[in-house]
């Protein structure tokens, strides 16, 4: 999997499950759910999306959590198609 198609997953997962804004989740759940060898993509893109501004992050005491940035919607419509 490329970082492009990890980048969509995410996009995709996140909207699903409406992590979106004030609602979020840990970073380690994005990983759910995929074969193992594609879990260090996810991460990589993880970081790129927090970077571009359309993911959000809350640091808790408990780890790093991430929402979909509901300001940018139009940029993450590119990824839901």
């Known amino acids: 999997m490329d970082v492009e198609k990890a980048k969509g997953f995410i996009v995709k997962?996140?909207?699903h499950h409406g992590y979106i804004g004030g609602r979020h989740t840990d970073v380690e759940n994005l990983k759910k759910g995929l074969p193992?060898?594609?879990?260090?993509?996810i991460k990589?893109?993880?970081e790129e999306l927090i970077k571009e501004g359309l993911l959000l992050?809350?640091?808790a005491s408990y780890g790093k959590h991430v929402s979909l940035n509901p300001?940018?919607?139009?940029?993450l419509e590119i990824y839901l198609e």
């Open 36 to 41: 193992g060898h594609f879990k260090g993509d």
């Open 44 to 46: 990589k893109a993880a």
């Open 13 to 15: 997962k996140l909207f």
């Open 71 to 75: 300001a940018k919607r139009k940029e």
């Open 57 to 59: 992050e809350k640091h």
